[in-house]
Each structure stands twice: as C-alpha cells, then as structure tokens.
C-alpha cells in the first residue's frame, strides 16, 4: 500500500529534534506568545525575505486578519479565485466583504489576469491571488493591474513555502501575505498555525494588535481584535521543520519531475518558466478521474482530489450569484483533477511504481 500521505515518515526521520524542541517547551512552562514565537517569526521573516512576520491560529485567520489589517469590510470586494480550499473565500466573508470570483488559465491553473481585469469595480479593495499547487500564480501584470487602481494584493501562500517568482519568495511580493501550518503543508506543524508576512511596519503593527484582542498592553484594547496566536509548542516545531525545508522541497521536485519524465496517459502539471514550483501537490488531469481513481486504489495507490467541488457551486456560497457554467475552466478542472502521492520520503521507487500504474490506465 502506498498512503497518499504519510506524515509518520517525516517525524522519523527529524525524531530527536521534534522532541528536544517540544520537551524544551513543556519545562519552560510558557505556551503562548513567548521567545519561540518570537524567534520562529524572525526565522521566517528571513527564510521568506521580509521584514516582518506574524504568527497565527491559522492559515484560514491568517487571510482574515490581514485583510482587517488592510482595512477590508463591509460594501467592499475582494477578488480571488474558484478553485481554492474554501478558506480562502471564508475569511473574505468573515470581513463582511463580497468576495467575487474569476476563472483560472487552463495550463496553470492560477488566475486569469484576463478575467481579474474585468471583474475590477470601483468597490474593489484587495485581490487575492492563489499560489495553487506549489507554483506561484504570475505576479507582475497583477501586481500592474493593482497599482493602478490602488487595490491591495494579498498572496495566499497556503500551498506554496518556499516557492519562488522571478527569484523572489511568494510572500515577500505583495502588500501582505498569508501562510498555513496545516500539517500536510511543505512547511506544517502538528496542529494548526499560520502566518502573516509583510514589508509594511504599519500593517505588522495592525496584524500584532489583532490577533491578540487589540492589545498594546494586556487587558486594554486600543482597536477591536480577537484570538488567534500560534502557540509556542507549534513555533517549536516549526524552527526544527524550517531547517529542513529547502531540502524537502528540492525532494519534492525531484519526485514531480521522475513523474514528469515516466508518466504518459494523462495530463501533466506545467511548471512556469516565470519560477521554481515547490509541488505541495502533483496534480494531473483525466476525463476518466473516477475509473482512474479506481484503478489506482485496486493496486494499493491512495490519491487525492484537491478539490473536488469549485467554491461557487457549493450550498454554502450561492449567495455568490454565480450559476453552473459562469467559470468554466475550474469547473472542468473539478472533475477532471487528481493529486499522486507526493512527499518527501515517498521512496523514487514507488514513484515508478505509481507512474507505471497510471500508464496502465487506459
């Protein structure tokens, strides 16, 4: 059998870092906001070439505390993409913003810089551009757009740590950005987590105050905030896990392109010649995904769909105004995408074997 994911290979093979960092953490006896907080946000603040980075409760309360920061609300827009993890339009909501929706490229599977034109209104306060996959969407004729039109653009990085653009790390670009710790994520920790990264001191400061209530002294808010700090046993894990990164990704890639070279019967992803994709997920296409799935799980193959529904046609968002059909792209991507296992100890030897598999699919 080979899981789609496996993350008891990773904590074996880092063991005795993870538990002198967390057995460090329980003798200190503080939990929350203390020196390995501050020490992991200086950390990734440099990894990712910022100035300032701010740890939260989440990825999700990541984006929704720094379009608070930006000051996003009520009667405004925000414009992302359909194909994401829900969270992304959640935590626009959570503002009281609108958010609206634009298709993505069929090679790339990020925005549509075309489409992102023309869904701009003058209510239009922020867009949100997805670095889907482990490739960073193509920043510049967004970044152009933007500019112009005095719109804020928050990088959600959920899926991308360590990525680059035109040698740039995603999340040192826009005006702020958002990071997950999720546990399957490049860069995870064992339990939730997330992050905020930015140039703009005056935006961090906001970000600080925020997260923890609005306080510049305990018990006294100065703004409305609210409860989202990451705590210091994840911060811990998370030093030891930062160390090892740039190594898990370039396995990561490694992996992605042995299938590149072996697999022959669906359609690839398309790595951008713009920047260095990290492969969170290897995601290939195929009209025949259910019959595919099947066939790889009868010869002990776990895959994934990421994600299987577009967020415009699920219960919970049809106040969107969207219809089936309004976003085409996406959707057929919903049905036709799937991910292959793909981890950085996932041996080279079950990538043949699963790419050999994959080829039998007819």
Known sequence: MIPF?????????????????????????????????????????DYIGV???????????????????????????????????????????LTGARAVLVDVRPDTLLMDVDQLERAI????????????????????????????????????????????????????????AAFSFYPTKNLGAYGDGGAITTNHPELAQRVDLIRQ??????????????????????????????????DWNKARRERAALYTELVRTVTLPREMSYGEAVYHLYVVQSPKRESLIAHLKARGIGTMIQYPHTIHLQPAYTNLGYREGSLPVSERLAREIVSLPLY??????????????VNEFK
């Not at 000051?71 to 935590?91: F, H, Q, S, Y």
């Not at 006294?220 to 030891?240: C, F, H, P, Y």
């Not at 950085?344 to 598999?357: C, F, K, M, N, T």
């Open 5 to 45: 994911f496996d993350l008891t290979k990773q904590y074996e093979s880092i063991q005795s870092e993870i538990d002198t960092a967390t057995a460090r953490i329980l003798k200190s006896g503080w939990y929350i906001l203390g020196p390995e907080v501050k020490a992991f946000e200086k950390e990734f603040a």
């Open 51 to 93: 100035q300032h980075a701010i740890g939260v409760g989440s990825g999700t309360e990541a984006i929704h505390i720094a379009l608070l920061a930006l000051g996003v609300g009520a009667g405004d827009e925000v414009i992302t993409v359909p194909n994401t993890a829900v969270a992304t339009v959640a935590a626009i909501e």
């Open 121 to 176: 209104t003058p209510r239009t306060k922020a867009i949100i551009p997805v670095h889907l996959f482990g490739q960073s969407a193509d920043l510049d004729p967004i970044f152009k757009l933007a500019r112009a039109k005095n719109i804020f653009v928050l990088e959600d990085c959920a899926q991308a740590h360590g990525a680059t653009y035109r040698g740039k790390r995603v999340g040192s670009m826009g005006d702020i």
């Open 213 to 246: 209530y609005g306080w510049r002294e305990r018990y006294t808010s100065d703004i409305k905030g609210m409860n989202s700090r990451l705590d210091e046993m994840q911060a811990a894990v998370l030093r030891v896990k930062l160390h090892h990164l740039d």
């Open 344 to 357: 950085p100890e996932l041996s080279l030897d079950d990538v043949r074997g699963i790419a050999q598999a």
